[in-house]
């Protein structure tokens, strides 16, 4: 039987905080694809 430690108690919530952070990226990756796929399609550029 596994017994009951602190290291334990807290994988579900590590779990869930990994579960979170990896939505978060998912949705910064498919947002910078998005925007780059839209710049590419317009041309527009910025000349400095």
């Known amino acids: 039987m596994t017994e009951t430690t602190p290291e334990n108690e807290t994988k579900p919530q590590q779990d869930s905080n990994d579960s979170k952070v990896d ?13 780059m796929a839209a710049h590419l399609i317009s041309g527009f550029t910025i000349d400095l």
């Open 23 to 35: 939505t978060v990226a998912i949705a910064v990756i498919f947002t910078a694809a998005v925007l």
